[in-house]
């Protein structure tokens, strides 16, 4: 069945430091991919989402790009803050509401 | 918009007692979902309605659980009777539609401890 596989965490970086979360994905079809974040004792937020292949998605100085020869949706970021700590989780769409989830990858940045 | 409003944010009850949680969607969504969130299991799909209808339950973890929705603005999640191991964060989420590329807006979650 279709499932989501994201880099275990917890990832520690400094401050202003490059981020790159893998996520890859199995899915029949060509599904739409999310990442979510969660910040501490909130819910999730959509931080950004690809609906084809090649599609970038962007936010907050977020990118990931659709990558359907890997099948692979990473998560980057040039230059990380302690403000971006939080759960990050993949996701993808089977077929018009329900969505796969990743285990989720904890982020801590350290000033 | 306020967002998915969910209550109480916090919820600590004895072993046997009857649980209700609530949830007041995004005006103009059309599908609700219930999510339960472990350490140990991650997120789990509960239920999923849409127009007010459930359409996959599957993921209710067994009888003692129900949801309802009786109308586009409001649903809830009863648990009865409730388990130390029904502890757990539960989120509500809705969004607008049943098109493959719309996002789910996630409530701030119940944090529910069963004891």
């Known amino acids: ?111 | 918009d306020a967002g998915v409003i969910q209550s109480p944010r916090h919820e600590v009850t004895e072993m046997g007692q009857e649980v209700t949680l609530r949830c007041k969607p995004i005006s103009g969504h059309n599908s609700l979902f219930w999510y339960r969130q472990t350490m140990m299991r991650g997120l789990e799909l509960l239920i999923y309605f849409n127009n007010n209808v459930p359409i996959d339950d599957s993921g209710m973890p067994e009888d003692r659980f129900s949801a309802k929705m009786p109308n586009a603005s409001f649903s809830t999640l009863k648990i009865q009777p409730s388990e130390p191991r029904d502890s757990a964060v539960y989120f509500c989420a809705s969004s607008l539609g049943g098109e493959a590329n719309t996002e789910a807006f996630f409530g701030q979650g119940t944090r529910l401890t069963v004891v």
């Open chain 1, 1 to 111: 069945g279709d499932s989501v596989t994201q880099m275990e965490g917890p990832v520690t970086l400094s401050e202003e430091a490059f981020l790159t979360i893998n996520c890859t994905y199995t899915a029949t079809g060509y599904p739409s991919l999310f990442w979510y974040v969660q910040y501490p004792g909130e819910g999730l937020q959509l931080l950004l989402k690809a609906t084809k292949a090649d599609d970038k998605g962007s936010n907050k100085g977020f990118e990931a790009t659709y990558r359907k020869e890997t099948t692979s949706f990473h998560l980057e970021k040039g230059s990380v803050q302690v403000s971006d700590s939080a759960v990050y989780f993949c996701a993808l769409k089977r077929g018009n509401y329900q969505l796969i989830w990743g285990a989720g990858t904890k982020l801590i940045i350290k000033p």
